[in-house]
């Protein structure tokens, strides 16, 4: 009788938690998408979505061609072969491969049929600020996050010519280059005009702060962000430390912005696969406890990319209230490793981390990452719901759009406009 009771308990709680994670706009606080002034740069439609690099390495798992021979053909014969690969000639199980089909059932297409002849008739007939439109409400995306590099040959110019923002296109100064190869940065930071020598003295780091204060400003942006290998260390007698010891937290400080690190990935593993070929490795997490720990009056936010560093994290973050973990990065974002991180984040950090960002590098993909991880989402919500509820402790219907609220997006603007 009593479990009878609690059965019906436990359907009333999924059918809230699953309408509430369905219904909560998300807020995408990291993306590589464009704002569409970019033009080109904002990715979009099945031939992009084929040949994004999460599926590029899945094809060449199965291609005897020469890697040159591929990198060689057009986008639409790279994207023929990777559907030939991956869906026609296997079925397309990979989380990557489903992600595709998700967003095309979405979007309202007949994946059965299996004709990418008509899907591709299809996008051709889309205009890119309705298909902008029609992707955020698909995905229930709020805002997207970009990330933005002055860095980028590509997407300097408009910045510096100035456009008129699209507001759901918010910013993120990215700024891998600055601190992973100061030598390089120093030549280009010199041929722009800054003052920088390739030491780096009070006058060098000072010009530094100036630059990121520039495009901070230029951009609006959020906070900033690197991407980091699995060795890195702080403190330590290397460019990349001093860099953010006395550039980078200074003007976090001066502008109340977090920043965002990344750590994990080993770049270019393999180089022939270009994009596809970066890989992971475990971290040393001791970097980022020296970091929160050194600098209380900073605020960093972290994504770590091995699942063997991800326990360690959520205790760190349980001691450094300047920390804020988010998002299952990449190999991570899938549904049984974004299932068990974020279950393992809300246990131990209840509702104070940002469990999800979609990484979409292509329009479309907001659809199927956001779908996806609101079907992760409330299956772990049910569940810790429901324990709370055998309590005798029963969730309103507004106490958990509250949480979800702050789950998709609340949490990190609140941690973006605390003062530590
Ligand atoms: O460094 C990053 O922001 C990564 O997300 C990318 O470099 C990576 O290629 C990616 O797209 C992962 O999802
Ligand atoms: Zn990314």
Same mark, same amino acid.
């Given at each position: 009788?009593?479990?009878?009771?609690?059965?019906?308990?436990? @359907?009333?709680?999924?059918?809230?938690?699953?309408?509430?994670?369905?219904?909560?706009?998300?807020?995408?606080?990291?993306?590589?998408?464009?704002?569409?002034? #970019?033009?080109?740069?904002?990715?979009?439609?099945?031939?992009?979505?084929?040949?994004?690099?999460?599926?590029?390495?899945?094809t060449?798992?199965r291609?005897?061609?020469?890697?040159?021979?591929?990198? !060689?053909? $057009? =986008?639409?014969?790279? !994207?023929?072969l990777?559907w030939q690969a991956l869906f026609v000639e296997n079925s397309p199980?990979?989380?990557?491969?489903?992600?595709?089909?998700?967003?095309?059932?979405?979007?309202?297409?007949?994946?059965?049929?299996?004709?990418?002849?008509?899907?591709?008739?299809?996008?051709?007939? @889309?205009?890119?600020?309705?298909?902008?439109?029609?992707?955020?409400?698909?995905?229930?995306?709020?805002?997207?996050?970009?990330?933005?590099?002055? *860095?980028?040959?590509?997407?300097? +110019?408009?910045?510096?010519?100035?456009?008129?923002?699209?507001? =759901?296109?918010?910013?993120?100064?990215?700024?891998? +280059?600055?601190?992973?190869?100061?030598?390089?940065?120093?030549?280009?930071?010199?041929?722009?005009?800054?003052?920088? $020598?390739?030491?780096?003295?009070?006058?060098?780091?000072?010009?530094?702060?100036?630059?990121?204060?520039?495009?901070?400003?230029?951009?609006?942006?959020?906070?900033? %962000?690197?991407?980091? +290998?699995?060795?890195?260390?702080?403190?330590?007698?290397?460019?990349?430390?001093?860099?953010?010891?006395?550039?980078?937290?200074?003007?976090?400080?001066? #502008?109340?912005?977090?920043?965002?690190? %990344?750590?994990?990935?080993?770049?270019?593993?393999?180089?022939?696969? =270009?994009?596809?070929?970066?890989?992971? $490795?475990?971290?040393?997490?001791?970097?980022?406890?020296?970091?929160?720990?050194? *600098? +209380?009056?900073?605020?960093?936010?972290?994504?770590?990319?091995?699942?063997?560093?991800?326990?360690?994290?959520?205790?760190?973050?349980?001691? *450094?209230?300047?920390?804020?973990?988010?998002?299952?990065?990449? #190999?991570?974002?899938?549904?049984?490793?974004?299932?068990?991180?974020?279950? %393992?984040?809300?246990?131990?950090?209840?509702?104070?981390?940002?469990? @999800?960002?979609?990484?979409?590098?292509?329009?479309?993909?907001?659809?199927?990452?956001?779908?996806?991880?609101?079907?992760?989402?409330?299956?772990?919500?049910?569940?810790?719901?429901?324990?709370?509820?055998?309590?005798?402790?029963?969730?309103? =219907?507004?106490?958990?759009?509250?949480?979800? @609220?702050?789950?998709?997006?609340?949490? #990190?603007?609140? *941690?973006?406009?605390?003062?530590?």
């Amino acid at each position: 009788m009593k479990s009878a009771l609690f059965a019906s308990v436990r @359907q009333r709680l999924r059918a809230t938690v699953e309408s509430v994670v369905a219904r909560t706009p998300v807020a995408d606080i990291h993306t590589h998408l464009y704002d569409p002034a #970019f033009t080109d740069l904002l990715l979009w439609g099945i031939d992009e979505l084929l040949v994004y690099h999460y599926l590029i390495a899945e094809t060449f798992r199965r291609l005897e061609l020469p890697f040159d021979r591929f990198w !060689a053909l $057009g =986008r639409r014969e790279q !994207a023929d072969l990777v559907w030939q690969a991956l869906f026609v000639e296997n079925s397309p199980i990979s989380e990557a491969c489903r992600g595709v089909l998700t967003t095309l059932h979405r979007l309202g297409l007949d994946v059965k049929k299996r004709d990418l002849a008509a899907v591709r008739q299809w996008f051709a007939r @889309q205009r890119v600020a309705d298909h902008v439109d029609r992707c955020f409400e698909l995905a229930g995306a709020s805002s997207v996050c970009m990330t933005n590099s002055p *860095f980028d040959d590509l997407e300097r +110019p408009l910045w510096e010519r100035g456009f008129r923002r699209d507001e =759901r296109f918010t910013a993120a100064l990215r700024i891998d +280059p600055l601190l992973l190869d100061w030598p390089a940065t120093a030549r280009r930071l010199t041929g722009w005009g800054w003052r920088v $020598g390739r030491t780096l003295n009070a006058r060098t780091l000072g010009e530094v702060r100036r630059f990121l204060a520039d495009w901070t400003r230029r951009l609006d942006a959020r906070f900033l %962000m690197v991407s980091l +290998p699995p060795d890195f260390a702080f403190p330590a007698r290397t460019d990349t430390a001093r860099l953010i010891e006395d550039a980078v937290l200074p003007h976090c400080r001066e #502008f109340n912005l977090p920043f965002a690190l %990344m750590p994990g990935v080993k770049r270019a593993v393999n180089p022939s696969l =270009r994009l596809a070929g970066d890989g992971v $490795g475990l971290s040393n997490l001791a970097a980022l406890q020296n970091l929160c720990a050194a *600098f +209380p009056h900073n605020k960093f936010a972290a994504t770590v990319l091995a699942r063997e560093n991800q326990h360690e994290l959520c205790v760190l973050a349980r001691k *450094f209230r300047n920390l804020h973990l988010f998002g299952c990065w990449w #190999f991570l974002n899938t549904p049984s490793l974004a299932g068990e991180t974020t279950a %393992m984040r809300l246990e131990l950090l209840g509702l104070s981390v940002t469990p @999800q960002h979609s990484d979409a590098r292509v329009l479309d993909q907001l659809i199927y990452k956001w779908t996806h991880f609101r079907e992760v989402l409330a299956r772990v919500l049910v569940e810790k719901y429901t324990d709370l509820a055998a309590t005798g402790w029963n969730p309103t =219907r507004t106490e958990i759009e509250r949480d979800v @609220q702050n789950l998709l997006g609340g949490e #990190f603007d609140r *941690f973006c406009r605390m003062t530590v």
